[in-house]
């Protein structure tokens, strides 16, 4: 059984793959995007490390490599790259150094967008483990990545379509890494029974 260590810090990394940003002709809206909804999510201690690249394959590949299993992320989330056309590679990376593959996370990813979008069925997203990290493919888009995270809500905040975040502190919890607790009112976090940390006394 895996002892779920309390307190310790989430450490995530934020891989934005694009072209034009990374050469500085607009600037990255991903990685903002992200770091602003954990700002809000999170209740835990967190920290951020950072990549901005083009979509070139091995440049991915060594990205994830490097953001694993040199600096230690228990969490690791792209943006960009997961369409059909001839330069989206993200997914091609993301298998390339995967240990598992957890196909819920791209199946439920869709599921979700399809909500707004019927192009979301274009996407490829997928998740994967590599190590102790699960490796998350997300939209580039603020939009399509707050969505992704949190779900279809109803106009009164009522959760339609649980957001894939739902899962993912469950999942580091089984892969050795620190409880991390959310913000209900953002994304309510499911544990079963067996695995709920006992809330702090006052």
């Not at 990290?133 to 949190?150: C, D, F, M, Y």
């Not at 089984?174 to 409880?179: C, D, E, S, T």
């Amino acid at each position: 059984m895996t002892t779920i260590k309390a307190d310790r810090e989430l450490l995530i990394g934020l891989l934005s793959i694009s072209d034009r940003a990374s050469q500085g002709v607009y600037q990255d809206q991903g990685i903002p995007a992200l770091e602003e909804w954990f700002e809000r999510a999170l209740r835990s201690p967190w920290r951020t490390v950072t990549r901005l690249i083009a979509d070139d394959q091995a440049s991915i590949e060594r990205a994830l490599i490097e953001l694993v299993d040199a600096l230690g992320c228990q969490l690791v989330l792209t943006t960009g790259g997961t369409g059909p056309a001839l330069r989206d590679v993200t997914p091609e990376a993301t298998l390339a150094v995967a240990d598992k593959l957890m196909p819920g996370f791209g199946e439920e990813m869709r599921r979700i967008s399809l909500n707004f979008v019927p192009t979301a069925i274009l996407s490829r997203q997928l998740g994967v483990i590599r190590g102790q990290a699960l490796i998350l493919n997300l939209p580039g888009q603020p939009k399509s990545i707050r969505e992704t995270l949190e779900g279809v809500k109803a106009a009164d905040g009522t959760v339609l379509v649980n957001g894939i975040f739902a899962a993912v502190p469950y999942c580091i919890d089984l892969l050795g890494g620190p409880y991390v607790e959310t913000a209900d009112e953002v994304v309510k976090a499911f544990r079963p029974k067996s695995a709920l940390r006992p809330a702090p006394k006052d």
